[in-house]
């Protein structure tokens, strides 16, 4: 556009903090002396104020100014026509830097009147999104010009938390997939020093990242057993926390894994959160004998009332399962040639507990967790803990990962949450003890990302006791994380039903199309101000476009995802095409063995 033309085609009628005004005073005349150029809704447009400064404003809408009444020109067909009134958002501030123009957000120090409007050419607009190399991260191309990639600052994106939103079929796990790619790319062959987890609840994630750590029970390379449970944990596990008598269960259950811990770690001081190896079937036991213990008495010593041997009472042996005869009241047992009672004060305390506890034991569903083995005979043990801890973070055989992908799609629903639970615990920990022993400072020159995929299913909202265990350790994460080199980038298809405590730490958003008004809503109250209109524009974005907003970002903008190479295992069925396909058979046999095995 010609410089001398711009005050005379376009003009600034209002400037306010969050909108200015601009009239296109007639556009025919505009439009021929600029036919190379469209302003569309998404363009950016520059306001000079004479003195090397340029505010960049964003069109978000426009309308036909109706001319008066007393204009000699109107008429009944022309009355809205010729001139526009545009609604523009200021996003930030161009200054000359010698031969670069420097952009800025925020607008200050400018001089007005303003002397020129114009459309902001490419090399500006690449300006705005441009980042420095070392910390340069590109997944996304503007929406408008797909020659233009958005840039964004990676050290923010990662450090600071990232919720990826969006509902079914808007595109989330191929953006997850792409930002993941984009992250682990390294510009020499060797392995750079990226450390990633997936929790994949659909089993998406293996097409994308096929050299990951894939962990999952189908192959038995997923290995977490039992004892690297805390007690809050294990109680959810085995507990049933609205069962009247629940507190003597926690109780006997607490001092049961104590006290196993203390006799298979001698060595080690002990509480009941150490991730140490007890024996499950030996607390199992503890439990069974507490319920059933009768005691008689011979010679002034008391002995366990069981005839398969005669032993004198002790605590150590309630670990080894004994059969207890019936008190006998006041009557003496024939065998015993004494009166047998009950002692300890628990029996049939624990009928339903040790019922439960049997039922979980037995459930081969749960033999990665209950029943994992190194070998035909061998548990895992405390001395096996680093192994465990490193195959979680990818540093296994000798054959380090950058991806961890932890396959939750193959594990029984009600053990998901506790799965999670524990890994997000055990890497937590894991960082926070590395920072502490760090030498540089306290800090971390290994930092993990966790992303947590349909977040909704197991850090809701609610406050459900069975995912009280994931929700805190997801919390602690998101409020503490960052300052031992933990991130989440939290998924979900409904932002509105996830733990709001977990959503408000997150500082980078890219929402896709969202359809259900809640949602729509939840997510326009975490958007700052300036970008609240952006909001409206969320049930209609096609698919892989994205609002792009937060600390990462030079400015909100909705852009293009890049396609992932490759995509997860995520496409639609296109049902009408199959159904125009001749009739096909099922494989019943085998399908109704996996149900059978799964339940």
Known sequence: MPEEDKSDQLRVISFEPHLVQIEIIDFDK???????????????????????????????SFKMKQRHEDDDTASEQNNFLGSFIIDTQPIGQLENDGENSKFTKGIKNISIPPNGVSLASDDEIKNIFSTDETSRLVFAEHLINTDIKIEIDGDKFFS???????????????????????????????????????????????????????????????????????????????????ESNSHNQVSQFKYAVIENKKRHNSDLQITYDSPVYFSIEEVYNYIHNKNYLTVYYKDSRMYFASLTNMIEYNEEELWNRINFEKSTGNAKHREF??????????????????????????????????????????????????????????????????ITVVDLSSLPFEVVSIVVSIISRIVFDFLYYSTRLSSTDNTNETPFMIVYEEAHKYIPKNAETRYKNTRLAVERIAKEGRKYGVSAMIVSQRPSEVSSTVFSQCNNFVVMRLNNPDDQNYVKKLLPEAVVSYGN??????????????????????????????????????????WKCDWKSIVFDSILKSINKEK
């Open 30 to 60: 505009w439009k021929e002396e600029n036919s190379d150029s469209n302003i569309k809704i998404g363009s950016f447009l520059k306001i000079e104020d004479g003195n090397d400064k340029k505010i960049l404003v964003l069109v978000k």
């Open 160 to 242: 600071k938390h990232i919720a990826v939103v969006g509902s079914t079929g808007s595109g989330k796990s191929c953006t997850v997939a792409k930002i993941i790619q984009e992250a682990k790319k390294s510009e020499s062959t060797s392995l750079n020093n990226t450390h990633i987890l997936i929790f994949d609840i659909h089993g998406e994630y293996k097409r994308a990242f096929p050299e990951s750590n894939y962990l999952s029970i189908e192959d038995n390379s997923l290995k977490l057993p039992y004892w690297l449970m805390n007690s809050e944990e294990l109680e959810d596990m085995f507990i049933e926390s609205n």
């Open 337 to 402: 040639d004494s009166k047998v009672s009950a002692y300890g004060g628990f029996n049939g305390e624990f009928n339903r507990f040790l019922s439960r506890l049997e039922t979980k034991i037995n459930d081969e569903r749960l033999n990665f967790l209950l029943h994992m083995k190194k070998n035909a005979t061998d548990e895992y043990k405390t001395d096996d803990l680093q192994l465990l801890v490193e195959q979680i973070l990818g540093y296994v055989d000798d054959n380090e990962k950058n």
């Open 537 to 578: 524009a969320l049930a209609s974005l096609e698919k892989r476009e994205a609002l792009i907003v937060g600390d990462a970002i030079a400015t909100p903008t909705i852009a293009k995802i890049m396609d992932a190479n490759p995509t997860p295992k995520s496409d639609d069925i296109n049902f009408y095409q199959e």
